[in-house]
Nanobody, 123 residues
Framework: QVQLVESGGGLVQAGGSLRLSCAAS????????MGWFRQAPGKEREFVSA????????YYADSVKGRFTISRDNAKNTVYLQMNSLKPEDTAVYYC????????????????WGQGTQVTVSS
């Protein structure tokens, strides 16, 4: 089992920045692919970003590429999502995820989820 606790959400104006953090416990963090997903009101949960435990390779949804950066600190069992140049359409509940994988080419999945943190971007 893996427990995930997100922090860092909040209200920000368009063009601003936020950094989300996710602290993991319960299993060896540095052997887990980690990631972030989000769910906006009335929409399905969607993939945002992921980072490989093996290579530190990073992956991004096209909608956030160039604006968001995922990183991890294995010593702190924490993964981060730096979000810059935020837009109102980035408003969503952001979920940290562990044991993230990609299947069927472009579909992302995860075995463990945090409780989510709200990000609201005002125009």
């Amino acid at each position: 089992q893996v427990q995930l606790v997100e922090s860092g959400g909040g209200l920000v104006q368009a063009g601003g920045s936020l950094r989300l953090s996710c602290a993991a416990s319960g299993r060896t963090f540095n052997s887990l692919n980690m990631g972030w997903f989000r769910q906006a009101p009335g929409k399905e949960r969607e993939f945002v970003s992921a980072i490989s435990w093996l290579t530190d390779s990073t992956y991004y949804a096209d909608s956030v590429k160039g604006r968001f950066t995922i990183s991890r600190d294995n010593a702190k069992n924490t993964v981060y999502l730096q979000m810059n140049s935020l837009k109102p359409e980035d408003t969503a509940v952001y979920y940290c995820a562990a044991s993230v994988s990609r299947k069927d080419g472009s579909n992302w999945y995860a075995d463990y989820w945090g409780q989510g943190t709200q990000v609201t971007v005002s125009s």
